[in-house]
């Protein structure tokens, strides 16, 4: 299967925290459930840790790869830049990742965020999504119980699944 890319300084095991989720589901395409991530403002339609989506330099709304944007989630105020944006084409998967940032000095949180959408054969559809974090915030997530990261991109994959299910209807 097919893996994400990992920028220098962001490959997992060598950050503060990292978090994967993956969903497999029958009866969706890659080209059902593309539209709905790269479309950012779209994401507060379907997962509710997501809010006040907005693009700079009146771009938007799709993401495309060095995009800047701003969104907010987990309760922090994160500016990112799009740095790996290529749409799914028959035979090979979706890619999109962004580097996100927040706060200074101790309270400084980077991160790579990366999907990865892979059609699967007998109709599956594969969203694998990863996150590494640097920084201070990012050791109090790694160690919460439950995992805010986790459970919170969990939510993320179930939701986006059901609203590209009620989109294809």
């Given at each position: 299967?097919?893996?994400?890319?990992?920028?220098?300084?962001?490959?997992?095991?060598?950050?503060?925290?990292?978090?994967?989720?993956?969903?497999?589901?029958?009866?969706?395409?890659?080209?059902?459930?593309?539209?709905?991530?790269?479309?950012?403002?779209?994401?507060?339609?379907?997962?509710?840790?997501?809010?006040?989506?907005?693009?700079?330099?009146?771009?938007?709304?799709?993401?495309?790869?060095?995009?800047?944007?701003?969104?907010?989630?987990?309760?922090?105020?994160?500016?990112?830049?799009?740095?790996?944006?290529?749409?799914p084409v028959h035979g090979r998967p979706g890619r999109i990742a962004w580097h996100g940032w927040a706060g200074e000095g101790?309270?400084?949180?980077?991160?790579?965020?990366?999907?990865?959408?892979?059609?699967?054969?007998?109709?599956?559809?594969?969203?694998?999504?990863?996150?590494?974090?640097?920084?201070?915030?990012?050791?109090?997530?790694?160690?919460?119980?439950?995992?805010?990261?986790?459970?919170?991109?969990?939510d993320w994959l179930e939701r986006l699944v059901s609203a590209a299910r009620?989109?294809?209807?």
């Open positions: 299967m097919n893996q994400i890319f990992w920028p220098e300084g962001y490959l997992p095991g060598f950050t503060e925290n990292f978090a994967s989720n993956e969903i497999i589901v029958a009866g969706l395409s890659a080209a059902d459930i593309w539209p709905l991530l790269s479309n950012a403002p779209q994401w507060p339609t379907y997962y509710a840790n997501s809010a006040n989506v907005r693009f700079y330099d009146l771009k938007g709304p799709q993401l495309e790869d060095r995009r800047r944007f701003y969104f907010e989630t987990f309760g922090f105020p994160v500016e990112a830049q799009c740095n790996e944006y290529v749409p101790d309270t400084r949180l980077d991160v790579h965020h990366a999907w990865l959408i892979e059609d699967l054969p007998g109709g599956r559809v594969r969203i694998l999504t990863q996150e590494t974090q640097k920084g201070k915030p990012a050791q109090a997530l790694a160690t919460a119980k439950p995992n805010p990261m986790i459970n919170g991109h969990q009620k989109t294809r209807q």
